[in-house]
């Protein structure tokens, strides 16, 4: 096939163009796919946050209320202040700026100096509170508002509107003020001596950040002037408690002081405290590693490459066919031009006349030999295509070497002797009584073919003699033919029983023959359950075997 490069460009172009759109639709669908997956676990973050803020929310819910609903009148003196383990320190601003704590038995000035009694530690945590912040300072951060003792102030997040995450927080402080409600509730059925409610107004807390430090802090407005009473939690400690409660959501959580931020970080922010939970990072992706769309482009290259791979296997099929024809339509013009012309040649003289009645047997032989040639040549034909086609040649018979011999050795001799050879059997009695399952008419056209191939190549040897044996070897029967020309070089052992494998120019050259007689007696061997071969170790000559199955 001149243009067989050409196809082979258009096939190697088609490849990289499909290999090429699945490259980049693989691409995408793994972003898609990997997007997903992302968006899977943000979603599962997210869920985990909104349970994590619930659950600190309510465990600060007590601790912030107690603190909100304490009595103005608890902050006097010590012995009616109910401590909480979560508060380092109780403190007041006095309407004169004087800060005092309940905790310290006496305290003089804004900074503490001149303190007698009471906790050292609460001293000191009173002196450091004096140095970073004063009543003007926390007046000023706190609004002015009435509020009853049942209310209690959140952390506010600016621009609400229907933002799902403004709307959850909004229901955690919702939440958070009807806990605080009913432990004002309870302390009022309770109370045995009721908080003089007329004494004060707007006692509602505030949490706020000063630096570092976590203040809990509400101005209250009494008969003598206004005051600034407050709390500082014990911030490191309820970190670690509100980290431990969300450990098993979130490992690998923070929280942190909230700075003015809008509505989108409200779905991140507590209700009780300003303070902010960072998640950390995603979690692991929930499923199997590779999903649905992986997969399915596994299959889909899967089936691309399997594809790629049978057209070219296809298409170098056909290319080697395609080279096979031209061999075989290249050898069987020139084997058919020869006895054609001798034919349409001889014909011609004998029917003007002009030869001599002395010649005229001679040129009759000379037809007939070149009628048995073509008449072989169409018979390996005709039985390789019925072969291709799934067509038996016959049925198998069991009979002996020596009855399928007798009338098949005279036409092999007649084959011999037209190239100018001598066949000679060698079989002992032994072989020749020995029983074998074969098909007559395809053991004999192996034998045709052999003894043929024998004449053709072994035609200049100085011994012209073919040798035709039958012996029985490891209960099978081995028929062999060989003789004494060149045998066979290892470059065309490669491809002895291709069919159509010989090369247009060897096909053309001096040895007759369309190269499928040899490919043609293996097909037939193994149609009928035998068997044949090269001698690869056969000295001075080409020996091929034919194993026979034993009756």
């Given amino acids: 096939m001149k243009r067989a490069w050409l196809a082979w460009v258009l096939f190697l172009v088609s490849v990289v163009l499909v290999l090429g759109a699945m490259v980049w639709s693989s691409r995408s669908v793994l972003k898609l796919e990997e997007a997903e997956k992302r968006a899977r676990q943000q979603a599962v973050l997210e869920e985990n946050v909104r349970l994590a803020l619930w659950r600190m929310d309510s465990a600060l819910a007590p601790i912030v209320a107690q603190e909100n609903v304490r009595p103005y009148l608890a902050y006097r003196t010590s012995q009616g202040l109910e401590r909480s383990p979560w508060v380092l320190l109780h403190f007041q601003f006095g309407p004169d700026g004087r800060l005092m704590s309940p905790q310290v038995a006496e305290a003089r000035g804004a900074r503490g100096e001149g303190s007698k009694g009471g906790d050292e530690s609460a001293r000191e945590r009173l002196k450091e509170l004096g140095a970073l ?29 229907p933002d799902r995450a403004v709307q959850e927080f909004n229901r955690r402080a919702q939440a958070l003020s009807q806990n605080t409600m009913a432990m004002v509730q309870n302390q009022a059925s309770n109370s045995l001596e009721p908080v003089p409610q007329a004494e004060m107004a707007g006692a509602v807390m505030r949490p706020l950040w000063i630096g570092d430090q976590l203040v809990l802090a509400r101005r209250v407005a009494v008969r003598g002037g206004e005051v600034v009473q407050g709390c500082l939690p014990d911030w490191p400690a ?53 999903g649905p769309a992986a ?45 054609l012309t001798t034919f349409q040649l001889y014909s011609e003289m004998l029917a003007e006349g002009m030869v001599p009645e002395s010649e005229k047997q001679q040129y009759l032989r000379t037809l007939c ?35 399928f011999l007798g009338p098949v050795e005279p036409r092999l001799a007649e084959v011999a002797a037209r190239a100018g050879m001598e066949l000679v059997v060698e079989a002992d009695e032994e072989g020749l009584d020995a029983a074998v399952r074969v098909n ?37 029967v081995e028929m062999r033919v060989w003789d004494h020309g060149p045998g066979v070089s290892p470059q065309v052992m ?25 490919a043609l007696s293996r097909r037939l061997a193994s149609d009928m359950g035998s068997r044949l071969e090269l001698d690869g170790g056969f000295l001075g000559g080409a020996c091929f075997v034919v194993t026979l199955s034993s009756g």
């Avoid at 408690?241 to 507590?270: C, N, V, W």
């Fill in 494 to 518: 490669r491809r002895l029983f291709r069919a159509f494998a010989r090369p247009a120019d060897e096909a053309a050259g001096s040895a007759p023959g369309v190269g499928l007689g040899l």
């Fill in 133 to 161: 912040t004063t009543r003007e300072a926390l007046l000023k951060a706190l609004p002015r508002e009435s509020a009853g003792m049942g209310q209690i102030a959140v952390s506010e997040v600016p621009g609400a509107g």
């Fill in 295 to 339: 997969w399915s482009l596994v299959a889909a290259w899967a089936a691309i490459l399997v594809a790629a791979a049978a057209v070219g296997v296809l298409l170098a099929g056909a290319m080697r066919l395609s080279a096979r024809r031209a061999a075989f339509v290249s050898a069987v013009t020139h084997e058919l031009r020869t006895p």
């Fill in 238 to 290: 309820i970190r670690r408690s509100l980290l431990k409660e969300i450990r098993d959501l979130l490992p690998e959580a923070k929280l942190e002081p909230a700075g003015d931020s809008g509505p989108e970080a409200a779905g991140h922010t507590l209700a009780a405290l300003p303070v902010r939970l960072v998640p950390g990072a995603l979690p692991e992706a929930v499923g199997p590693r590779f």
């Fill in 369 to 403: 030999s070149e009628a048995e040639r073509l008449t072989h040549l169409v018979e390996n034909v005709l039985a390789y295509a019925r072969l291709e086609r799934g067509r038996a040649g016959g049925n198998v018979e069991e009979l002996t070497v020596g009855e």
């Fill in 440 to 476: 007559r008419s395809s053991l004999e056209q192996i034998l045709l073919n052999l003894v043929d191939n024998a004449a053709k190549y072994a035609g200049g040897a100085a011994d012209k003699r073919i040798h035709l044996s039958a012996r029985v070897a490891s209960e099978r």
